[in-house]
């Protein structure tokens, strides 16, 4: 047992944000390190060495992070900020989310298209429906993600989908269980934090949409 009679497996798996002051899971949260000269890198592998410094996956709680000097708090030392640190993160999670479908592809744990996705879900083999975020609407709603919580990704654009499917555009895909599934769903969630007018299975008035 670990101080105040937690399990340290629990510990291990859990961080404290700088920003916030909460301790939730690794999988809501950026690790940070102090890399080369001083400079706050981003450590989406986590992965580096050095000292974590950990921040929840939210664009505003970053913003914060870096606008009150919070990164040299949590790293006890002066420390340089690059000023495009949060559009960086997001644009590395958005290929490690495109990196890790492509990879479920690959182990046929994955399929794309309308109709393949349809029979997945009607067959209940579909863990995890995804739906390219500038898709019609009237295309997309004719699909109903499976029961429970996460099981829904929608903040990609058909074009990024379209690279982890090796196509052009994709709109529909679906992820089968096990596998690297959970952490196609864990990443995406993290993306989610990061995009500006993320949206789920909706689209905002004005954003070009791509029919089916």
């Known amino acids: 047992m670990a ?27 950026i690790r940070f390190v102090v890399g080369p000269e001083d400079q706050i890198v981003p450590d989406l592998l986590e992965k580096l060495p050095g000292r974590g410094i950990w921040v929840s996956a ?37 290929r490690r989310v495109v990196d890790l479908i492509s990879m479920t592809r690959k182990a046929s744990r994955a399929v794309m298209g309308y109709e393949k996705v349809k029979s997945w879900l009607a067959h209940e083999r579909a863990r995890v429906l995804i739906q390219a975020s500038d898709g019609s609407i009237r295309g ?32 529909h895909g679906a992820l089968a269980a096990g596998g690297l599934t959970k952490r196609v769903v864990e990443e995406a969630a993290k993306l989610k934090g990061l995009r500006r007018n993320a949206g789920g299975n909706s689209t905002k008035k004005g954003l070009r949409t791509i029919d089916e």
Do not use: H, M, W, Y
């Open 3 to 29: 101080r105040g009679g937690q399990n340290k497996k629990q510990d291990a798996s859990e961080r404290r944000c700088i920003v916030t002051g909460e301790t939730q899971p690794k999988c809501g949260l």
């Open 140 to 171: 997309k709603t004719k699909l109903r993600a499976p029961e429970g919580n996460d099981t829904f990704i929608g903040i990609l654009t058909a074009s990024e989908l379209g690279l982890a499917f090796g196509r052009e555009n994709v709109i």
């Open 58 to 94: 939210d664009r505003s709680v970053l913003e914060k992070a870096v606008k009150k000097g919070l990164f040299a708090r949590g790293a006890k030392q002066a420390v340089t900020v690059p000023a495009d640190l949060i559009d960086g993160i997001e644009a590395g999670l958005a």
